[in-house]
């Protein structure tokens, strides 16, 4: 005969089955990593011997944990928007360097009028600076990207390492000031521009691939490439110009060469 305790702890095992049973949405829950108890667990002790820019500096990076945690909500399909994930997913590749690349070199090769081509022409040339810039930041800084679900495909290729500042931010401000300027002439057409770019910027937050702080920055250095493209604008007779100086020099090292090579012999 079971004594009275072992009916209890047998009724405790039970009931407590039952409401695992019960509520299945809590065990998926926890299988994504960034939502998951510790999964940004990231201290920032603070003394009051330190200076007080560190002070601050260690209170601003706490807020800025917190709030890309709570913006995190598309971080896995467990996430409380897991649902739309895809559709963000589709909104970030807007914003990849790829299809950009490939897009804009092409309209450079095929463009049908010298204006075109120039347009292009800068737009490449911005493109590039903003990878080298972005690639030499995130090298120098070596910022970690938050924790987060990386057993998609998409996820396995895409995804850096280092998340300081946000590429896809930086392109999209670079690429919104550009149509801006250059090619947006009707209202709804610079409304359409300016929010592809908040949502590009605002899917890097929702998926948890940077921190708040990442796409802030990211979007004032894509804000001040522009102004730099703007500055060295590369109109397509300098180009020409350039190209002719370039290979009448390269001609010119040919003849000397092979003139040298006919007197000696």
């Not at 047998?10 to 039952?18: E, H, K």
């Not at 590749?93 to 120039?118: D, K, N």
């Not at 690429?175 to 590009?200: C, E, I, K, N, P």
């Amino acid at each position: 005969m079971s004594s009275p305790a072992s009916r209890r702890n047998s009724c405790r095992g039970a009931a407590a089955g039952s409401r695992a049973e019960s509520h299945p949405g809590r065990r998926r829950a926890s299988s994504c990593p960034y939502f998951s108890p510790g999964a940004q667990s990231e201290d920032f002790p603070v003394s009051l011997s330190q200076p007080m820019f560190a002070i601050t500096l260690r209170f601003l990076l706490a807020v800025d944990l917190w709030l890309s945690k709570r913006l995190g909500v598309c971080a896995c399909e467990e996430s409380p928007w897991g649902s739309i994930r895809p559709l963000v997913r589709l909104v970030e590749f807007s914003g990849h360097v790829i299809p950009w690349l490939v897009g804009t070199v092409y309209s450079l090769l095929r463009g049908e009028s010298v204006a075109e081509q120039e347009l292009m022409l800068n737009l490449t040339l911005a493109l590039i600076l903003d990878l080298l810039v972005v690639r030499a930041v995130k090298m120098l800084v070596r910022r970690r990207t938050p924790a987060q679900n990386r057993s998609d495909i998409f996820s396995a290729f895409f995804v850096e390492r280092y998340s300081f500042p946000s590429g896809h931010a930086s392109r999209a401000a670079m690429y919104a000031r550009f149509f801006l300027a250059q090619l947006a002439d009707t209202a709804s057409m610079r409304v359409l521009v300016v929010g592809w770019a908040v949502l590009v910027s605002l899917s890097r937050l929702l998926l948890a691939r940077h921190y708040v702080t990442d796409v802030g920055f990211g979007l004032a250095m894509g804000y001040c490439h522009y102004s730099v493209m703007e500055r060295l604008w590369v109109t397509w007779d300098c180009l020409q110009d350039q190209l002719f100086i370039q290979l009448r020099e390269s001609l010119d090292r040919v003849y000397d060469g092979l003139w040298m090579v006919d007197w000696k012999h």
